[in-house]
């Protein structure tokens, strides 16, 4: 299951424990999560780096529509990290719901920072000055709350980056202003490899922090949701301790296959229910924190692989809503 455990648990009551990483229960699921890493970098390179999952041009959509579909991937991505910051800043919450911020000038500041750049990604206003403003906010929770548990959301920090190369797409208010709506060319090809891997790492700090590295606030997740479903199909042998080292060991394996960049789109289906599976138990807040997870996941299930392809696409189809001087020229 791959779930924030922090989310539904008194989060103070279960602080990180650092001499787990001395311990067979960080090296084995890290030797197998890298071990697995390898194997698929070397199974991608001999296959030409090439996905099992065949991407929308292998299944016959015409380049210009590709493009299309790309471009419109920033509005999407926006709109999905806007609800979530939305809910969060009138919450008094940052990011998520276990960063708590204090009713003070400064939990005021980020709360409305929060709200700020939610309204800016969705009406497409300023989205440059408010992507800086999203990174700004999680730098501050940096020292608010520690490096560790802003590293547990380093997605947020990869939205920033993206939505300040891309701008925020169709139907935006830049689109009426000069340039400000226009993708950063040169730094186009790192827009979406920053994103993904941000994801990647969000997820594999989590598998340390809320598992490997904190069986304790797992068990007492599991204790008021039973989400250990081995007895069930006979495997008796598998307690819940045994259940978080593995729910961990897939976490940490998802998070190094997304930072190295390979079977992207397999990667996303094979997340698809791991994600969504949690959803039906765990309500509202496991959907509002999730969505730009979902938003990203969609992205990454249509670009794929790192290929210079996928890059031009999403840099002409970007140009192409940008106008004026129509579409970037990359050279197919």
């Known amino acids: 299951m791959l779930l924030h455990e922090r989310w539904f648990t008194d ?28 194997l698929a970098v070397l199974i991608w390179k001999k296959r030409g780096r090439r996905d099992f999952v065949p991407g929308p041009i292998q299944l016959g959509m015409n380049w210009d529509k590709y493009q299309d579909l790309l471009s419109w991937m920033p509005l999407v991505i ?20 276990n960063l708590v911020l204090s009713e003070s000038f400064l939990g005021a500041v980020l709360g409305l920072a929060q709200i700020s750049v939610a309204l ?18 999680w730098l501050t929770g940096v020292l608010v709350f520690g490096p560790v548990r802003l590293l547990e959301h380093a997605l947020f920090l990869g939205i920033a980056f ?11 208010f830049d689109m009426a202003l000069e340039r400000l709506h226009r993708p950063i060319e040169r730094l186009m090809p790192y827009a979406v490899p920053v994103l993904r891997t941000s994801i990647g790492l969000s997820i594999a700090v989590l598998a340390f922090t809320e598992k490997l590295w904190n069986l304790p606030m797992g068990l007492a997740f599991l204790e008021t949701h039973p989400f250990n479903f081995f007895p069930s199909l006979g495997l008796e042998s598998v307690g819940d301790r045994e259940f978080l080292l593995i729910a961990g060991t897939v976490e940490l394996t998802f998070g190094l296959l997304l930072m190295s960049g390979v079977f992207v789109r397999l990667l996303i289906l094979a997340l698809w ?14 959907l509002v924190g999730h969505l730009p997870i979902y938003g990203i996941m969609g992205l990454l299930l249509v670009w794929g692989e790192e290929r210079h392809e996928s890059d031009q696409a999403l840099m002409e189809g970007m140009g192409e809503h940008a106008g004026g001087s129509g579409r970037l020229k990359a050279g197919r």
Not at 82 to 96: E, I, M, N, W
């Open 11 to 38: 989060d103070w009551k279960f602080p990180i424990q650092w001499s787990a990483a001395l311990t067979a229960a960080t090296w084995i699921p890290l030797g197998i999560a890298l071990g697995i890493t390898a």
């Open 78 to 97: 926006g709109v999905h990290a806007a609800v979530t910051l939305l809910v969060s800043g009138v919450s008094l919450r940052l990011f998520v719901p």
């Open 162 to 172: 993206f939505l300040f190369v891309t701008g925020r797409g169709p139907l935006a």
């Open 273 to 286: 229910l791991p994600f969504n599976l949690t959803l039906p138990l765990l309500g509202w807040s496991e």
């Open 120 to 137: 800016s990604f969705i009406y497409g206003a300023l989205t440059r000055l408010s992507a800086m403003a999203l990174a700004a906010t």
